[in-house]
């Protein structure tokens, strides 16, 4: 009886061990995913500013030489 007992929690453990790795992955895998989220959305908000910024700059008037200076 005293193996079964001892196969029963050498049995225990490696499925916690399993269990715990598992968990670890998944942590990883939705860390990785946050920050690729991140990246993306900040990527998409530096296209949309840069995109903003042209507009407003085409819209300035071209300088026009001043007659009046020379």
Same mark, same amino acid.
């Given at each position: !009886? @005293?193996?079964? *007992?001892?196969?029963?929690?050498?049995?225990?453990?490696? &499925? +916690?061990?399993? !269990?715990? #790795? /598992?968990?670890?992955?998944?942590?990883?895998?939705? @860390?990785? =995913? =946050?920050?690729? %989220?991140?990246? =993306?959305?900040?990527?998409?908000? &530096?296209? /949309? *500013?840069?995109?903003?910024?042209?507009? $407003?700059? =085409? /819209?300035?008037? *071209? $300088?026009?030489? %001043? +007659? $009046? #200076?020379?």
């Amino acid at each position: !009886m @005293r193996k079964a *007992e001892r196969l029963t929690s050498v049995k225990s453990e490696l &499925l +916690d061990i399993f !269990m715990s #790795m /598992e968990v670890s992955e998944h942590e990883q895998r939705s @860390r990785t =995913a =946050a920050q690729r %989220n991140l990246r =993306a959305r900040r990527g998409i908000e &530096l296209h /949309e *500013e840069f995109k903003r910024l042209s507009q $407003d700059i =085409a /819209e300035l008037p *071209e $300088d026009e030489p %001043n +007659d $009046d #200076m020379h």
